[in-house]
């Protein structure tokens, strides 16, 4: 099972911008990335004022706090995300922008580097088959607002490996939430179980 020490996250809006408040309180090394710079930037002015609150709230030390913040580095270009272990994608949910997104990345970072995106309805496998590390690739779904929420869910493609899974789930213990298990079908389990009570409320009113 493969060690994560570095993160790297695509997308610095609010999932985005969330779950890299987690890896960094985490204890890894994060580094963020957006087509738009300024996003980074408020992306981390956020965490850091986020990260203050917890500390004023007696939810983590001044020590974890001031560690966590300088974790966290801007990634303005794919790139500069070459020496991450792992890769979350948290980047808009459009089938066609991550596909390109993932593709275009994997010019960039290590051939044993690991992919998970944050989709909370797309295949993971048709995803995946859009990477050259389709073994490598994973769902791993954080519920919003990422460091609140403590379920996370776990999808894996039809490809993923063992040891990938194994290296995800050992990841997601060591944040200190909680793993479900999902299978490769739309909306998993959360929004699966969600829409349709959401629906029938609507349908309740009108």
């Known amino acids: ?99 390109k997104l993932l593709a275009e990345l994997c010019l960039h970072i290590r051939k044993d580097a690991f992919l998970a995106t944050n989709t909370s309805s797309l295949s993971i496998t048709g995803l995946a088959a859009g990477t050259d590390r389709p073994e490598r690739f994973i769902g791993l779904h954080f519920m919003n607002p990422a460091p609140v929420m403590q379920l996370v869910e776990v999808i894996r493609g039809i490809a993923t490996s063992k040891e990938t899974f194994e290296t995800i789930k050992a990841l997601v213990t060591k944040l200190g939430k909680t793993m479900a298990v999902a299978e490769d079908f739309p909306a998993f389990i959360v929004n699966r179980v969600l829409m349709p009570m959401i629906n029938e409320a609507i349908y309740t009113l009108y």
């Open 1 to 99: 099972m493969t060690e994560i020490k570095t993160v790297g996250v695509i997308g610095a809006g609010q999932m985005g911008g969330g779950i890299a408040h987690v890896f960094a309180l985490g204890g890894f090394n994060v580094r963020v990335h957006d087509i738009n710079a300024d996003r980074i930037a408020a992306a981390t002015s956020l965490i850091e004022k986020n990260i203050a609150r917890q500390v004023r709230k007696g939810m983590t030390s001044e020590a974890d706090a001031e560690r966590a913040v300088a974790s966290i580095k801007p990634a303005p270009r794919l790139a500069d995300l070459g020496e991450c272990d792992l890769i979350v994608e948290a980047a808009t949910e459009n089938l066609e922008i991550k596909k």
